[in-house]
């Protein structure tokens, strides 16, 4: 499954903001998954920006989850 782009078709990088909103999750849940290493992230200068490969990898984890009936 791949993640719905909503700001621009092809973007490769997100803000914490955008991927806030494509995700439907809070900044607190967001950085706690970034900090549990559920949701990668990179760093460009000061910013630290979500590659849409990593929103992808992250909802294909909760799927599977899902799937599996549990979470960590």
């Known amino acids: 499954m791949t993640a719905p782009t909503i700001d621009a078709p092809g973007k490769a990088l997100y803000r914490i903001t955008e991927a806030m909103r494509l ?5 607190t849940v967001i950085y706690e998954q ?3 290493g ?7 200068g000061r910013s630290r920006l979500v ?6 990898a992250y909802v294909d984890l909760l799927e ?3 799937q ?3 979470t960590r």
């Open 23 to 27: 995700l439907s999750l809070s900044r």
């Open 34 to 36: 970034i900090r549990a």
């Open 38 to 44: 559920r949701l990668r992230t990179v760093r460009q």
């Open 51 to 56: 590659p849409a490969a990593a929103i992808t």
């Open 64 to 66: 599977h989850e899902a």
């Open 68 to 70: 599996e009936g549990g």
